[in-house]
């Protein structure tokens, strides 16, 4: 990820490229090297500090990306800007799957594609605007910048911010210019239909003191995954009827996204000093189907092979590269609504900004199950998968919904003294919900004497074999600030710190079609006076270069988990809940101009990882299994990371980024279920010192070369040609540094733009995955219809056209 956006802006020049009595005395440039200057000059202004300055003036690794950009290089969803970054990592996935992300090596779970939301994990924090969201699926329309920020954020950004924070910044109402912006895409992926991307965006004055600005985007994204309903061993007339068409076992094009979202604000500018802005944000996503290959399954590949050593990411296609099996329909149908109220007021020496939002983010949805229904119930007669008889699908419905406020006072004086304060305030609450189903479970089940099923007794729905409800009520207060001084010109110190409280309550319903796992229990987890601190130091070298040292901690909130007591053994205290994990960051950087066109941002660093929060289950009956999350041993994670760019002539610009991270665990710790129990008649999992983390690859690398160039007709032009290399990402965390993981493949990928101007117009066109690499990226399920692995998305070319009045 590139850390600036370049902007021709003469007055800034002149400002700034002629002050100084160095500069005076050297002879006027040329206008061939007075184009190349203006290039050099980064105006990007971001407010992740608590106060607006220039991204290249912030003394932490920060990146920022403004529309123009996000939109050249087709950014338009968080799923985009990762893939763009070297530093952040979250597994291929389509539409429908939110990921675990990681970033600096921090990452414990599963890099696939899960249908389970309690199994995804962040080591982010995601703003939308001042507001904290545990997801950010709201597409990136209409937005000033998108900004990320790396190393932990605790100070000023709170829960969740363990490795970073990424924030939109969205576009805000303008009270004396009219404008009206209309982009469309038009865009087709290998094996897909057309695809169209549009987004209108009007701001209107309404007086001298009110304006409104409206925006509305729609995607109509098809798909290119076919969904076959039987897998390819089956002859016809003896596979399942379809889904949702009994009669229809073949779906083309199933992996296919409809969104339509859209914001309103309104600002008054109540006096000179005060204003405030309502805003409202919406966004509707279908997310259907599941991108992918269906495999076949390890035992019937091998079938008559002598020494067969096929894994089952490496076994045939079943049918070919772009078809799944899965008899069930799968799609995610998403819903994010946000109220915000925003209050600026310019105070003498110092200015007050208070937002205060309610949110909802929704998402219901259903995926097949047949590899786990298999697994789960395939051991009674009748309800095998080869027996015919049905199989299995699940449905999921989650939701988030909360109040946060903040206010914020930021010193606003030309001293050496800088400060902000703030106060924190969430009240949230969340619920996981999950069902397995087998439609002929009751009647199968019910002819099975020794089973012992009774629906009236074990309660739920007739044909649900399994129903979990995990939910949490949690409150959070806080009181945070930083204080930085300028104690020369050349050194700044700056430290911080964050104190806060927070109570969680859980509540879980499980439950099983025979009883087994039963459990509906509420309890609470709590901390007060919990503080993390931050401390920062940066020395200028000259006036375009500049070095910093960061302490910083960063931490995500505790929790509670649904394990029950069985048999008279006891769940341990340290397994019914587990407390929040935190970072301890130590950061070395360098950012500046190193040599005339050369700008260069690098450090390096070391995260302790304290207390992680990683994945556990209890196993009920010795079959049913429970899952949850508990605190494991310490890990820590090193790296090295560079974002650079050089103007080789006043039209040509070479960009180069890498970072390189590894991650650990610390220590060895072994966790048992029950607590007084011999850990051999416990269930107990073992962390061995040295096993790595996995989920991040060894080494990113992104590179490119743009030309841009203006003709005398008014008529500007650009082309730029983008390549990335991602080497092997281990797909799993490794519970001991001898245990065999599988990694994906290493892979390099292209992209290209051309594009031209002039006036309010411009127009582009762009292809994504040039050589259309296939590499292994994601996968899901496996068992007994065969492992579906996910690839790149394959050859993407479109066009774009933008039309702008001002």
């Given at each position: 990820?590139?850390?600036?956006?370049?902007?021709?802006?003469?007055?800034?020049?002149?400002?700034?490229?002629?002050?100084?009595?160095?500069?005076?005395?050297?002879?006027?440039?040329?206008?061939?090297?007075?184009?190349?200057?203006?290039?050099?000059?980064?105006?990007?202004?971001?407010?992740?500090?608590?106060?607006?300055?220039?991204?290249?003036?912030?003394?932490?690794?920060?990146?920022?990306?403004?529309?123009?950009?996000?939109?050249?290089?087709?950014?338009?969803?968080?799923?985009?800007?990762?893939?763009?970054?070297?530093?952040?990592?979250?597994?291929?996935?389509?539409?429908?799957?939110?990921?675990?992300?990681?970033?600096?090596?921090?990452?414990?779970?599963?890099?696939?594609?899960?249908?389970?939301?309690?199994?995804?994990?962040?080591?982010?924090?995601?703003?939308?605007?001042?507001?904290?969201?545990?997801?950010?699926?709201?597409?990136?329309?209409?937005?000033?910048?998108?900004?990320?920020?790396?190393?932990?954020?605790?100070?000023?950004?709170?829960?969740?911010?363990?490795?970073?924070?990424?924030?939109?910044?969205?576009?805000?109402?303008?009270?004396?210019?009219?404008?009206?912006?209309?982009?469309?895409?038009?865009?087709?992926?290998?094996?897909?239909?057309?695809?169209?991307?549009?987004?209108?965006?009007?701001?209107?004055?309404?007086?001298?003191?009110?304006?409104?600005?409206?925006?509305?985007?729609?995607?109509?994204?098809?798909?290119?995954?076919?969904?076959?309903?039987?897998?390819?061993?089956?002859?016809?007339?003896?596979?399942?009827?379809?889904?949702?068409?009994?009669?229809?076992?073949?779906?083309?094009?199933?992996?296919?996204?409809?969104?339509?979202?859209?914001?309103?604000?309104?600002?008054?500018?109540?006096?000179?000093?005060?204003?405030?802005?309502?805003?409202?944000?919406?966004?509707?996503?279908?997310?259907?189907?599941?991108?992918?290959?269906?495999?076949?399954?390890?035992?019937?590949?091998?079938?008559?092979?002598?020494?067969?050593?096929?894994?089952?990411?490496?076994?045939?296609?079943?049918?070919?590269?772009?078809?799944?099996?899965?008899?069930?329909?799968?799609?995610?149908?998403?819903?994010?609504?946000?109220?915000?109220?925003?209050?600026?007021?310019?105070?003498?020496?110092?200015?007050?900004?208070?937002?205060?939002?309610?949110?909802?983010?929704?998402?219901?949805?259903?995926?097949?199950?047949?590899?786990?229904?298999?697994?789960?119930?395939?051991?009674?007669?009748?309800?095998?998968?080869?027996?015919?008889?049905?199989?299995?699908?699940?449905?999921?419905?989650?939701?988030?919904?909360?109040?946060?406020?903040?206010?914020?006072?930021?010193?606003?004086?030309?001293?050496?003294?800088?400060?902000?304060?703030?106060?924190?305030?969430?009240?949230?609450?969340?619920?996981?919900?999950?069902?397995?189903?087998?439609?002929?479970?009751?009647?199968?089940?019910?002819?099975?004497?020794?089973?012992?099923?009774?629906?009236?007794?074990?309660?739920?729905?007739?044909?649900?074999?399994?129903?979990?409800?995990?939910?949490?009520?949690?409150?959070?207060?806080?009181?945070?600030?930083?204080?930085?001084?300028?104690?020369?010109?050349?050194?700044?110190?700056?430290?911080?710190?964050?104190?806060?409280?927070?109570?969680?309550?859980?509540?879980?319903?499980?439950?099983?079609?025979?009883?087994?796992?039963?459990?509906?229990?509420?309890?609470?987890?709590?901390?007060?006076?919990?503080?993390?601190?931050?401390?920062?130091?940066?020395?200028?070298?000259?006036?375009?270069?500049?070095?910093?040292?960061?302490?910083?901690?960063?931490?995500?909130?505790?929790?509670?988990?649904?394990?029950?007591?069985?048999?008279?053994?006891?769940?341990?205290?340290?397994?019914?809940?587990?407390?929040?994990?935190?970072?301890?960051?130590?950061?070395?950087?360098?950012?500046?101009?190193?040599?005339?066109?050369?700008?260069?941002?690098?450090?390096?660093?070391?995260?302790?990882?304290?207390?992680?929060?990683?994945?556990?289950?209890?196993?009920?009956?010795?079959?049913?299994?429970?899952?949850?999350?508990?605190?494991?041993?310490?890990?820590?994670?090193?790296?090295?990371?560079?974002?650079?760019?050089?103007?080789?002539?006043?039209?040509?610009?070479?960009?180069?980024?890498?970072?390189?991270?590894?991650?650990?665990?610390?220590?060895?710790?072994?966790?048992?279920?029950?607590?007084?129990?011999?850990?051999?008649?416990?269930?107990?999992?073992?962390?061995?010192?040295?096993?790595?983390?996995?989920?991040?690859?060894?080494?990113?690398?992104?590179?490119?070369?743009?030309y841009d160039t203006d003709f005398d007709s008014g008529m500007t032009a650009y082309a730029a040609l983008n390549g990335r290399y991602v080497s092997q990402v281990q797909n799993d965390r490794q519970d001991d540094p001898n245990s065999p993981v599988f990694e994906y493949p290493s892979y390099t990928t292209f992209s290209a733009n051309?594009?031209?101007?002039?006036?309010?117009?411009?127009?582009?066109?762009?292809?994504?995955?040039?050589?259309?690499?296939?590499?292994?990226?994601?996968?899901?399920?496996?068992?007994?219809?065969?492992r579906r692995t996910i690839a790149l998305t394959p050859r993407t070319i479109g066009i774009n056209f933008s039309y702008k009045y001002y």
């Amino acid at each position: 990820m590139v850390p600036f956006t370049k902007r021709r802006l003469s007055l800034v020049i002149s400002a700034v490229l002629l002050s100084g009595t160095a500069y005076a005395q050297q002879a006027e440039p040329s206008a061939a090297e007075k184009a190349k200057q203006e290039k050099q000059i980064e105006v990007i202004t971001v407010t992740a500090s608590g106060r607006p300055q220039l991204a290249s003036e912030i003394p932490m690794n920060i990146s920022a990306m403004t529309e123009a950009e996000l939109r050249e290089k087709r950014i338009a969803s968080l799923k985009d800007l990762i893939a763009d970054s070297v530093e952040i990592s979250a597994p291929g996935n389509s539409a429908r799957f939110a990921d675990s992300v990681s970033v600096r090596g921090l990452n414990v779970s599963g890099v696939n594609a899960n249908n389970i939301q309690q199994f995804i994990r962040t080591t982010m924090a995601y703003y939308l605007d001042a507001t904290p969201l545990p997801n950010i699926n709201y597409r990136i329309k209409d937005i000033n910048r998108v900004e990320t920020l790396l190393g932990p954020q605790g100070t000023l950004y709170g829960a969740g911010s363990l490795g970073g924070t990424i924030r939109y910044i969205t576009n805000q109402p303008v009270l004396d210019d009219f404008q009206f912006d209309f982009n469309t895409s038009l865009y087709q992926t290998k094996n897909g239909g057309v695809s169209n991307d549009t987004d209108i965006v009007v701001n209107v004055p309404l007086g001298e003191r009110v304006a409104v600005r409206a925006s509305i985007a729609r995607l109509d994204e098809k798909g290119y995954t076919d969904r076959q309903v039987n897998p390819s061993w089956l002859a016809a007339g003896e596979g399942f009827a379809g889904d949702p068409k009994p009669n229809q076992t073949l779906y083309k094009d199933d992996d296919y996204q409809d969104v339509t979202g859209g914001k309103v604000a309104l600002l008054w500018q109540v006096s000179d000093d005060i204003k405030l802005t309502f805003s409202h944000i919406q966004q509707d996503q279908l997310a259907h189907g599941t991108n992918g290959a269906a495999r076949l399954p390890v035992d019937r590949a091998c079938e008559g092979i002598a020494d067969c050593d096929l894994t089952s990411f490496d076994t045939p296609f079943q049918y070919n590269d772009h078809t799944i099996v899965a008899r069930f329909e799968e799609y995610s149908d998403r819903e994010l609504n946000m109220d915000t109220l925003d209050l600026d007021w310019q105070l003498d020496g110092m200015k007050l900004h208070s937002t205060t939002s309610y949110y909802k983010d929704s998402s219901i949805g259903q995926a097949d199950y047949a590899s786990q229904g298999d697994a789960y119930y395939g051991w009674i007669p009748g309800l095998a998968l080869d027996d015919g008889n049905d199989s299995a699908y699940m449905t999921f419905d989650n939701t988030y919904k909360g109040l946060t406020h903040e206010t914020r006072l930021t010193s606003d004086t030309d001293s050496r003294l800088s400060w902000i304060a703030g106060v924190y305030y969430t009240d949230q609450k969340r619920n996981f919900r999950f069902s397995e189903w087998f439609d002929k479970l009751d009647d199968i089940a019910s002819e099975v004497g020794w089973l012992g099923f009774d629906r009236a007794a074990v309660g739920g729905v007739p044909g649900q074999g399994y129903e979990e409800d995990l939910g949490s009520k949690y409150k959070e207060s806080a009181l945070f600030g930083e204080v930085g001084y300028d104690i020369t010109d050349k050194l700044n110190v700056t430290v911080g710190a964050r104190i806060f409280n927070y109570e969680d309550t859980g509540l879980a319903l499980i439950r099983d079609y025979l009883g087994s796992t039963d459990s509906n229990r509420e309890f609470s987890n709590k901390e007060n006076g919990e503080s993390f601190y931050k401390f920062n130091a940066s020395y200028k070298f000259s006036d375009e270069v500049f070095a910093y040292f960061t302490y910083s901690q960063g931490f995500r909130r505790g929790g509670t988990n649904g394990f029950r007591d069985e048999a008279g053994q006891v769940v341990a205290d340290n397994v019914q809940s587990y407390e929040p994990d935190s970072t301890d960051n130590l950061e070395l950087g360098l950012k500046g101009y190193l040599a005339d066109g050369w700008y260069v941002q690098t450090n390096l660093y070391q995260i302790n990882w304290n207390n992680v929060q990683t994945y556990f289950s209890q196993t009920i009956d010795g079959i049913f299994p429970v899952n949850g999350t508990t605190n494991g041993p310490d890990a820590v994670t090193r790296g090295w990371e560079l974002n650079s760019r050089y103007y080789l002539t006043d039209n040509i610009t070479l960009s180069y980024a890498t970072a390189t991270t590894e991650g650990k665990w610390d220590e060895t710790l072994t966790k048992c279920v029950y607590q007084d129990v011999a850990e051999a008649d416990n269930e107990c999992r073992t962390w061995n010192k040295g096993g790595l983390l996995g989920g991040s690859p060894k080494w990113r690398h992104n590179f490119g070369v743009r030309y841009d160039t203006d003709f005398d007709s008014g008529m500007t032009a650009y082309a730029a040609l983008n390549g990335r290399y991602v080497s092997q990402v281990q797909n799993d965390r490794q519970d001991d540094p001898n245990s065999p993981v599988f990694e994906y493949p290493s892979y390099t990928t292209f992209s290209a733009n051309v594009g031209f101007g002039k006036d309010n117009w411009d127009v582009s066109i762009w292809a994504q995955n040039l050589t259309d690499e296939d590499a292994i990226v994601s996968n899901l399920n496996g068992g007994v219809l065969g492992r579906r692995t996910i690839a790149l998305t394959p050859r993407t070319i479109g066009i774009n056209f933008s039309y702008k009045y001002y």
